[in-house]
C-alpha cells in the first residue's frame, strides 16, 4: 500500500485545518442556544419554544445548503475545485462576523430574528460547497489506496471544529456571569470565528488545483451538459446511497455532539459547564473514530465496516442515554464509547466520492450532501425537541432507526456495490490520460 508523502500530508493538514475553523463558524450558534433564545426573542417566551424556536434557527441554515452547495458544485465541476474551496470559507467568515454584530430583539424588534435568519442561510450556502469541496479536494490529490485515511482524516478535521465549539463554549460560560452573557459575551465566539476564518482564507492560498482535474481540463474531458443533469439522469442508484449515508452522518453529528450538550443540561441535570466538557471529551473518541473507520476501509473496504459499525453505532448510542444520568464519570466513559461508533461517519465520504465519476463528482456528492443534510440535519434538532414532549428518550430511539437503517446500506453494499465503484485517487488521472488517448 503506497505510503503518504510529506505533501499529502502538508495537503490533508490545510484542508482539515480550514475545514474545521470553518465549521466551527457555522456550529458555534448551537452552543449557545438558550442565551440566543433569550436575546432574539420577544420576553417571557416559554424556554421549551425558545428552544425550539432557536434550533429551528439553526435548522434554516440546513434548508438553504442545496440552493448553495449545487451553484457553487457547478462550478467546482466545470472551473475547478480550488476556486470554490476558497471562495466557501471567505462566505462563511463575513457571515460569522456579522452575526457577531447582530442587533437583539431588545433594540430592533423583530428585525432581529430576521437578521439572525439571513446571516444562517449565508452560512448555509458556504458550508453547503464546503464539505463535499474538502472531500473531493483530498481524494483527488491523495493515492487511491489512502482515499480512506484522506477522507477520514479530513472528517476529523470538521469534528475537531465542533471541539473547539464546544471548548471555546465551556471557557466563554465558565470565565462570564449569566448576566455578561447575556449583555456582551455571546458575542465573543462569533467575533473569534472571524478570525478563525480570516487565517483558514490564509491557509488556502496555498492549496493547489486537484491533478485530477487538471488532467480533465488539459485533456477537454470536462462535462459538456449541465452536470446536474447528468447526475439525476444517470446515477440514480449512486445518490440514494449517498443520502442516505448522509442522512446518518447528520443525525450522528447533530444529535450526539452538537445537541448532546444541551440534552444534558435540559434532561439530566448536568450543568453548562459539565455538559461542554462532556460533550469536548465525547468528541476527541470521534476524531479518533474517524481516521480509524477511514484507516480500517483502505484496508477491508466499506462493506464490512458499515454492516459492523452500524450495529456498535447503535448499541453505544443508546447505551449512553440510558446512563448518561447516572454520574458524570459514567456518562465521560460512555460518552467516549459512543464517540468511537459516531466516528463511522468518517467512512461516508469514501463512498460518496467514488459513487460518481470525475467529471460530475463535485454536484453528485453535493447534490446528495447537502438536500440530505437540508431535511435531515435540518429538521433532526426540532424534530427530536419536539418528540421530547412525548419521551424522555426519543433522541435514542431516533439513533436506533438511524442506525438499523446505515446497516440497511452496508448489506446493499455488499450486494452491489460494486456497480457504483468509480476510480478515485491520485492515479485516477492517469486513467483519463488513457481515455483521452
Known sequence: MKKLTIQD??????AALGGALEFYDFIIFIFFTPVIGKLFFPPG????LSIIQTF??????????PLGGIALAHFGDLFGRKRIFAFSILLMTLSTIGMALLPTYGSVGVAAPILLVLMRLIQGAAIGSEVPGAWIFVAEHVSSYRVGFGCGFLCSGLTLGILLGASVAAAINGLFTADEMLVYAWRIPFFLGGLFGLVAVHLRRWLHETPVFSEMERNHLLVLELPLRVVLRDYTRSIIVS??????LSAGIVVTTLMTSTLLQQLYGYSAEQSLAATSFGTVFVIVGAIGAGTLIDRVGPKPVFVGGSIFFGLSTF??????????PVALGLYAVMGLSVGLTGGVPYVMVRAFPARVRFTGVSFSYNVAYAVFGGLTPITVASLLSFSPMAHAYYLLFIAALTLAVGLYLFRTGDRMEFPAGIEERDTLTRQQQ
Not at 500530508?9 to 490545510?14: A, S
Not at 417566551?45 to 421549551?48: R, S
Not at 447505551?319 to 458524570?328: D, P
Open 9 to 14: 500530508f502538508r495537503l490533508l493538514g490545510l
Open 45 to 48: 417566551t416559554p424556554d421549551w
Open 56 to 65: 429551528g434557527i439553526f435548522g434554516a441554515g440546513y434548508l438553504v445548503r
Open 243 to 248: 443520502l442516505l449515508l448522509t442522512w446518518f
Open 319 to 328: 447505551t449512553f442515554y440510558s446512563f448518561a444520568g447516572v454520574s458524570m
